[in-house]
């Protein structure tokens, strides 16, 4: 499956400051958590055994898909710092 | 133009550009050639390295002002000579190619370039004609006076505030800076798409040989029908030894549908199309973006005192489904802020009415009138039936034509009857229709 090898072919430098919060109240009453499906990265993963939004700010492509899609306002989301965060080196 | 005095000044710099992308770069190289002091901030660790689109630079005049011998100079892939755009149905697949002889020589009508090669290379061209260069550095902030006149900007680090004149914010289609100063409107998903790319090394002989292309000729390839419910299309891009595949979704359809982008991509890929193409392809690279699709509507107002706003941060980009530019609009959209900076510095006046000539500017220009005369086409693909139901109807058609059974055949105008019946209605048809000759 080309999805599995996908996100290991991006280069990042990984900000340890997440650039990403979410409200997990708010998230946990949402009823599409349309982040979980859209962002095109998978960085967003509902947690049924633990009831909260499980995501890794690592693996963003900076896109800013789930900032538009969250229906809940429940995302916080600015660029990371100078020189850290996704690095294309052809596309 | 004059160039701008020397001035005795508070500000380090005339300019502050925000972004060296193709807006910022060309903003900057335009001012620097002219004397000005230009800083170019770049939040990436290179001019590039955050850029992403679908693969074709149009013709635009800007490129050759901005850089004598662009077309020589620039590293670009392939000059486009066939664009293609094929229907898919269910179980069909009608494709329409356009070539013509003209766009086998120079002035191309079209180069495929990737972006961390070209936006660094036009960064450079900035550099070399002056402008400094800051990457690694995030402008978070306009920096405002006592009279909300943009005198700046904030960046992370030891710089802090950077003070200058004019501020250009060239931040791309997410643009904070442009929704701080109250120009870009609040984010509305049925205005933008989602654009992910999948980038696979098949080599130069090969792509010549499955495209049946020579020398370094290219081909864009649209498809309509892949995206599975979603608005939107699938795209295959040449570049010399890579093939660029992938998929522009509306946002909104995509949020309603509940499907992962990856997903649909995936099987796009899989198409039995698609696949040939792209057999024993070494996948090397995968990227994702926002693109503003709300065409002239979604265009804010481009200045205020202090401050204009390029390229995607002012949402100049469109598509009429069957071609898509921005690119072109960021880099004339860069130079003609560039030039007004200009004057405003050389008339020491970089006022709001002083920089509101900008968007006259860009009024005037092929970007803003081209986004005007289609600036019905957002609406005409809001139009769900294009991505499914109408594929689907074109190849029941022709699949009708074409086959023999041994019975005796309806005319080619009754087979398109029956099937527009099965369709639904023909007035519905006949509107689509109408809506979309009136788009483009």
Known sequence: ?91 | MKAPEPRARSAPFDAVVVGAGPAGASAALCMAQRGASVLLLERGATAGSKSMFGGMLPYCPAAERLVPGFWDEAPWERHVVRRSLSLIGEGTSTTMSFEADSFDSPPYAGVTVFRPLFDRWLAEQACKAGATLLTGVVARELLKDQADRVVGVVVDGPQGQIRAPVVIACDGVLSFLAEQAGLRRAFNTSQMALGVKALFHVGEREINRRFDLVRRQGTTWEFLGVTEGVRGGGFLYTQLETVSAGLVLHLDSLQSRGLAPYEILERFLARPLVAGLLRGARLVEYSAHLLPEGGVQMVPRLSRAGLMIAGDAAALCYTNGLIQEGMNLAMTSGLLAGETALEALGTNDTGGDSLASYDDRLKESFVLRDMATYGRAPEMMRNERLYSVYPTLVGQILQRMYASDGNPRPSVRAIARQELKGQGSLPRLARDLWEGVRAI
């Open chain 1, 1 to 91: 499956m080309i999805t599995d090898i996908l996100f290991n072919l991006v280069s990042y430098r990984i900000d340890e400051e997440p650039h990403i919060r979410v409200d997990q109240a708010k998230c946990a009453s949402c009823a599409n958590r349309a982040c979980t499906f859209a962002c095109p990265a998978r960085c967003y993963e509902w947690n049924q055994g633990r009831g909260q939004l499980d995501f890794a700010h690592e693996a963003c492509l900076e896109c800013g898909t789930c900032l538009l899609v969250c229906e809940a306002g429940a995302v916080t989301w600015h660029y990371p710092r100078g020189g850290c965060g996704v690095r294309y080196r052809l596309t």
